[in-house]
């Protein structure tokens, strides 16, 4: 009996190796073909995942930002990967923009919105944090700079992004871990279009 014992022991073990690498969902093949792994290296302490749009003027305009972000924080663990959650993106139009705008990190398309829906991103640009456990710690703006689209104030007042990446990176609680993302709608179906048209007319009645 003591081996069969080892032998259930044994595929009990290889059947939860399996399933937990079906479950591995931060893996994706970006515009180049390479497959980016952020959490496969013990190294890094959070995955920066920002959803992008070319032709959205307010995700473009905060890719300075992040540039600068990413190349303050990467040494300390942070990766950053950018996503198209557009079914009509090519690898080329994507590729093309990256070099444009330098692009901070592995540029993703995202053909069936499968992780925006997974993350219910509803903007561009809209930033997620997520800790090495799959714990997402933060969602939304970059910074406070836009009030609304086509309006910016002088400078941000928070820097809602920086905070809470700082925060995870030291291995602290983020203070605040939600914030409401402005730009271009992400936009999923029918119903989800009208719906957005209609906050959007909300969102700019001043």
């Known amino acids: 009996m003591q081996p069969l014992h080892h032998l259930r022991i044994f595929l009990l073990l290889v059947c939860s190796a399996f399933a937990a690498q079906a479950e591995a969902p931060w893996q994706w093949t970006d515009i180049d073909g390479?497959?980016?792994?952020?959490?496969?290296?013990?190294?890094?302490?959070?995955?920066?995942?920002?959803?992008?749009?070319?032709?959205?003027?307010?995700?473009?305009?905060?890719?300075?930002?992040?540039?600068?972000?990413?190349?303050?924080?990467?040494?300390?663990?942070?990766?950053?990967?950018?996503?198209?959650?557009?079914?009509?993106?090519?690898?080329?139009?994507?590729?093309?923009?990256?070099?444009?705008?330098?692009?901070?990190?592995?540029?993703?398309?995202?053909?069936?919105?499968?992780?925006?829906?997974?993350?219910?991103?509803?903007?561009?640009?809209?930033a997620f944090v997520i800790t090495p456990d799959g714990e997402l710690?933060?969602?939304?703006?970059?910074?406070?700079?836009?009030?609304?689209?086509?309006?910016?104030?002088?400078?941000?007042?928070?820097?809602?992004?920086q905070n809470a990446l700082d925060a995870v990176l030291v291995g602290k609680p983020v203070a605040v871990a939600e914030t409401k993302a402005i730009g271009c709608y992400i936009f999923y179906d029918d119903q989800d279009v009208e719906e957005k048209d209609e906050e959007e007319e909300e969102a700019a009645t001043p």
Request: hydrophobic share 40%.
């Open 137 to 161: 710690q933060y969602r939304g703006r970059i910074n406070d700079m836009f009030i609304r689209p086509g309006k910016k104030r002088v400078k941000p007042r928070t820097h809602d992004l």
């Open 34 to 126: 390479t497959v980016q792994a952020p959490f496969a290296t013990t190294n890094t302490k959070a995955l920066v995942l920002v959803f992008i749009d070319v032709e959205c003027p307010v995700a473009n305009y905060f890719t300075p930002t992040l540039r600068r972000m990413a190349a303050a924080t990467t040494d300390r663990g942070a990766r950053f990967l950018f996503v198209h959650p557009d079914p009509d993106r090519t690898a080329a139009a994507a590729r093309k923009h990256a070099k444009e705008f330098k692009v901070p990190g592995p540029v993703v398309l995202d053909p069936e919105l499968a992780n925006a829906k997974r993350l219910k991103a509803k903007i561009t640009p809209e």
